[in-house]
């Protein structure tokens, strides 16, 4: 049986991939490559199941909060590739785009790696976590701006 | 009667097609239509074939509507064929619409409902005057920015009636842990699962539904329902890869999400309590997920003790007629040659008719001769 | 959840998946169309399993995610199993009822009424055994007709067990339920599908 120490890092190595994967898939393929390209030396990397097409069921839940249903379908791409260290990244990314899976599945095999993490973490997640972060208080501030701010007419009765 | 192939149609589809593409083009002094513009500037279409086509793919689906000249069922059997050439990775984590980043969320129900109402970008209020601006190029104004952001996570409209028990509870997931009924891999069946029939409600015809839901508001169907919430917005998508076996976010959809809330009065097992039909659509696309959360309801009707007499409380009805490239194929194949049963058909109702004449002849006679008698 | 794979060593798959699976599956059809006749498979894979090339083509052409497959214990199906979850997708099960497709060599095999035979309203949800032996010959012999054989075809694969022709038939005398059988060297298999009907030899 695991230790609870052990549990620990291993959960807090799969939070690492995780918010990696998270930023990549979500932010635009061309941002992502371009934070790429400004990296002087990327890993060499080695292909270990080619990069294919395909589709996941999306799911709800009934009401929101309920038993799942399935809704319809999202097409994804996923790459998976070795780097020079051995580490092995996984990539599934929405969209038809196999470059974009592809560096997700470089920056999940960087990310596990002591040697490229810390690159990876200056050069294209921080960027990335900065992007996402203002388009979300981007929009955020648009849905403000339309929010109802209710005012009751208050009615006085003259004496008569 | 023999069966006589006939064939002789090549050329002459060959040059239908070649016509065709023309007639997508339209007239060559005009400007082609990129399927970037038709993404971003027909995005409604977009977002509606792609729920019904069931393939949440912006650029295909935009590439759809081109290639069927704006035909929209048309571009949804398009992606309903292409999806069929992709393989399946397996299903994602369930969206988590409380989690929305939302870009609209108004409740009919709650004035001041928590997170407040958030018109965002709504038809609602404008006038419905055609815009003769919009004929010429015009730059749009940035759409103003509020001081600060909405709350990131907007509670859902259950937690209103938390505290009072007022709401019905939702279907929890099978305890045997089944996967949801899928009907693209299973066939239709019925009964029908709510989980069946939400997604079949799903992919289904637009128009149609609103026409039932339409129709059940009116009196065929017993509900009139209110909008407890509708809510719009991006939610990150999850998925759990066998090889990883921790979820992981694969990007950000946009959907549109409904609850209606209707009166019930209770019964021998359940207190008086609102209950709920649910609507969910890929995309903006209010009035389907409206429609598709009061036809929800409506099929609910066994459920909540009320007689099912009406079309959209029955579910074979419904679920059978919801799909429109069945039903578009259905109707349209009428127009495909025939020829073989309309020639045994013609003969029937030749010799019908002659025998219709010939009785008729003969009574005629015999009247006659009574007549003279 | 399913624990997180290593993919340090992992193999790979077929070198292009669409057209290597395209064939295998062609070839696999032709062994079920005719079973009893030794099919070379071609499996141009490099299993984590040696041995296993015939077989493991076979699976990386059929399994997916809706597929649990049930694997030895020990060495051999630990490495089979980080490679067809990373390749497929496909779930594991232990349990030989769930399995959808079970892969097993002859030292190693469970008792045929173990599987899934399927069920009266869906007998296709059986389980499809993929059973690796020694040598496709050599073996006691028994003699196989039914659909897809003129008369009747003899085989006589080795390794296998006194007691594994007679739980077939035990097993097909309640078609249409019934395990389908694909037996496999490296690089060959025959076809066993459930409507074979087997005879021993004496």
Request: include cysteine.
């Amino acid at each position: 049986m695991k230790n609870d120490v052990s549990v620990e890092v291993e959960s807090s190595a799969i939070a690492v991939r995780q918010r990696a994967h998270g930023l990549i898939a979500k932010s635009p393929h061309e941002m992502v490559r371009d934070l790429f390209d400004r990296i002087e030396n990327l890993p060499n990397i080695k292909q270990v199941r080619p990069t294919d097409t395909g589709l996941i069921m999306v799911r709800g839940k009934v009401g929101g909060d309920g038993a799942r249903f399935n809704l319809g379908e999202l097409p994804l791409t996923r790459a998976a590739l070795r780097i020079d260290g051995g580490q092995v990244g996984i990539g599934y990314v929405a969209g038809r785009n196999s470059d974009h899976a592809e560096l997700a599945a470089l920056a999940d095999a960087m990310v596990q790696s002591e040697t490229w993490g810390g690159v990876l973490e200056e050069k294209v997640l921080v960027p990335l976590a900065d992007a996402v972060r203002d388009k979300k208080t981007e929009n955020g501030r648009k849905a403000a701006a339309t929010k109802v701010d209710f005012f009751t007419m208050v009615r006085t009765r003259k004496e008569k | 009667m023999a069966y006589v192939s006939v064939k002789g149609g090549e050329r002459a589809i060959s040059n239908a097609h070649a016509w065709l593409d023309e007639a997508r083009r339209g007239d060559t002094n005009v400007p082609e239509l990129g399927v970037a513009q038709i993404r971003e500037q027909l995005s409604l279409a977009v977002d509606r074939v792609m729920m019904e086509g069931s393939c949440y793919d912006p650029d295909l689906a935009a590439l759809a509507i081109k290639q069927a000249r704006g035909d929209v069922t048309e571009a949804i059997f398009l992606l309903r064929a292409y999806r069929t050439t992709l393989s399946r990775f397996g299903a994602s984590e369930p969206i988590n619409t409380t989690k929305m980043s939302v870009a609209r969320r108004v409740s009919a129900a709650f004035k001041d409902i928590p997170g407040g109402q958030i018109l965002g970008p709504t038809f609602d209020y404008t006038h419905r005057l055609i815009d003769f601006g919009l004929s010429d190029d015009k730059t749009v104004p940035a759409a103003p920015l509020g001081d600060t952001p909405v709350a990131e996570h907007i509670p859902a409209i259950a937690s209103v009636f938390a505290h009072e028990a007022l709401l019905e509870p939702a279907p929890t997931d099978a305890d045997d842990g089944a996967e949801p009924y899928d009907l693209t891999r299973q066939p239709m069946a019925f009964p029908a699962g709510r989980d069946q029939r939400l997604q079949a409600l799903a992919r289904g015809d637009e128009g149609f539904l609103l026409s039932l839901a339409y129709a059940s508001q009116r009196g065929w169907g017993n509900t009139h329902p209110l909008c407890g919430e509708i809510r719009m917005g991006e939610v990150a998508v999850e998925f759990t890869p066998e090889e990883l076996g921790f979820p992981i976010e694969v990007g950000e959809i946009t959907v549109t999400e409904c609850q209606m809330i209707s009166n019930f009065e209770g019964s021998a097992e359940s207190p008086p309590q609102f209950t709920r039909g649910y609507g969910l659509t890929f995309g903006h696309n209010e009035r389907k997920a409206m429609s598709m959360a009061i036809v929800d309801r409506a099929l609910r009707h066994a459920e909540v003790g009320e007689a099912g007499v009406h079309a959209v409380q029955d579910e074979e009805f419904v679920l059978y007629h919801s799909d429109n490239v069945e039903a578009s194929g259905f109707v349209q194949h009428l127009k495909l040659p025939h020829y073989v049963d309309f020639q045994a058909e013609l003969q029937f109702v030749r010799r019908l008719k002659k025998e219709w004449e010939e009785a008729r002849a003969n009574s005629d006679t015999s009247e006659f001769a009574e007549a003279a008698e | 959840m399913t624990a997180a794979l290593s993919l340090q060593d992992i193999q790979p798959g077929f070198a292009d998946p669409v057209y290597d699976a395209q064939r295998i599956f062609r070839r696999l059809m032709d062994a079920m169309a005719r079973p009893g006749r030794i099919v070379d498979i071609d499996a141009d894979i490099v299993p984590p399993v040696p041995g296993l090339e015939g077989l493991s083509a076979i699976a990386l052409t059929l399994l997916d995610f809706e597929t649990p497959v049930y694997l030895p214990r020990g060495e051999i199906g630990e490495a089979l199993s980080g490679w067809l979850r990373f390749h497929c997708g496909c779930p594991v099960t232990t349990d030989p009822q769930e399995a959808v497709f079970a892969i097993l060599s002859v030292t190693e095999l469970l008792p045929i009424s173990a599987f899934n035979s399927g069920d009266p309203k869906y007998p296709d949800r059986s389980t499809t055994l993929l059973l690796a032996c020694p040598a496709l010959e050599g073996g006691k012999h028994v003699s196989l007709t039914g659909p897809g054989i003129k008369e009747a075809a003899h085989i006589a694969p080795s390794g296998i067990p006194d007691s594994f022709w007679n739980e077939v038939m035990g097993d097909r005398s309640q078609f249409q339920l019934g395990v389908d059988i694909i037996m496999g060297t490296s690089n060959a298999v025959i076809g066993l599908p459930r409507t074979t009907r087997i005879n021993e030899e004496s």
